[in-house]
């Protein structure tokens, strides 16, 4: 570049940024991040992209919400503290570190608790789901909504699930979730816990046999080029939940405050409608892309292979507790 057209590029671009500046007196924009650990084309993504759309549509466009996919921001264990220190504003996250965060979540993970979306969807709509999103509150966490990940299942490379018994000794990544890992441990399964970002390589080369997600997920990363047989156990319900920084939280105005609340709201509603569409058509897509799987239509089996588990689970969580859930219509 010779030196006068330098001195026209700096020019030129001097005034590119008064104008921004200007049309910026005009609407004061805030620009805040937010992050999922897996693809863009998933219910995740789609949470969060509602959620930048309505957030931008309910503000006039005075906050704009950049969408970060893929763990580009980090895993999920990462966006978590990194929305605590506010050095990015938001993350839409399952809840499986939340327990290292806000342990009173803890229960939301416990197998078998949840009979089916309807019922997991109404007790966190519902007075349980919200005082527990309070919790977060005083770890500099505002939860803004429940969203969803969806029922897990068993993938892995080594043979068929056709029960419980099949589990026994696989090596099956887990997400950090100390309930899970206890659980697993529960099947025989060796629980190998390690971030979500990492799971497809592991996989892939063999570090570990197995691993348990939704359908959406499993979709969403191609697991079917890395698993050969799916079961269809459904052992355990996976929240998720929209998180931000609490103090950028507390600076907005009330009326702000709602337009995230409800922008949140939205987000899980696209969220779970996504989930509904991925339950009818995850299974056929799958078998096409050459997985072998097991609809699994008797889950006591799992559920009795749990017995001694559940007995360590009354005792940490307290019975009623666990009750006043599973007996929530
Ligand atoms: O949030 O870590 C997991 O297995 C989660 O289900 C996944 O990251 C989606």
């Known amino acids: 570049m010779s030196k006068n057209s330098f001195v026209v590029t700096v020019v030129m671009s001097a005034l590119g940024a008064l104008g921004i500046a200007m049309a910026g007196a005009a609407v004061a924009q805030t620009t805040m991040k937010i992050s999922i650990s897996i693809a863009q084309n998933s219910h995740q993504g789609v949470g969060i992209d509602t959620f930048a759309k309505e957030v931008e549509r309910r503000t006039g466009g005075r906050y704009k919400v950049q969408t970060f996919y893929s763990g580009a921001l980090g895993a999920e264990r990462e966006s978590i503290e990194a929305t605590q220190l506010g050095t990015q504003e938001l993350t839409l996250t399952s809840t499986g570190p939340v327990p290292n965060f806000v342990p009173e979540v803890r229960i939301l993970d416990v197998p078998f608790l949840f009979r089916d979306y309807a019922h997991a969807r109404s007790v966190l709509d519902g007075p349980i789901g919200q005082e527990m999103l309070a919790k977060f509150d005083a770890k500099g966490l505002k939860a803004l909504a429940w969203a969803e990940n969806g029922f897990r299942h068993m993938t892995n490379s080594k043979r068929a699930i056709n ?6 000794g696989l090596k099956m990544r887990t997400m950090e979730n100390p309930v899970h890992i206890q659980a697993y441990k529960g099947f025989g399964i060796n629980p190998t816990p390690m971030a979500f970002t990492e799971v497809f390589m592991a996989l892939q080369q063999g570090t570990v ?6 359908l959406s997920v499993i979709t969403a990363a191609k697991f079917e080029q890395v698993q050969k047989y799916l079961s269809l156990t459904g052992h355990v319900y996976s ?3 929209i998180l931000m ?9 009330s009326a702000d405050k709602q337009h995230f609340i409800d922008a949140a709201k939205e987000a899980a509603k696209a ?19 050459g997985m072998q799987v097991i609809d699994v239509v008797d889950r006591s089996k799992y559920q009795a292979a749990l017995t001694p588990v559940y007995a360590e689970f009354a005792k940490q969580f307290g019975q009623a507790n666990l009750d006043r859930i599973k007996t929530a219509k």
């Not at 029960?163 to 026994?168: A, E, F, V």
């Not at 920084?245 to 105005?253: I, M, Q, R």
């Not at 969220?271 to 009818?280: F, G, H, L, T």
């Open 271 to 289: 969220n779970r409608a996504r989930v509904d569409q991925d339950e009818k058509t995850a299974v056929a897509d799958l078998r096409a892309k």
């Open 239 to 241: 929240p998720a939940v």
């Open 163 to 168: 029960g419980p018994d099949d589990l026994k």
């Open 209 to 214: 046999d197995g691993q348990e997600n939704p």
């Open 245 to 253: 920084n609490k103090g950028k939280f507390d600076e907005l105005t």
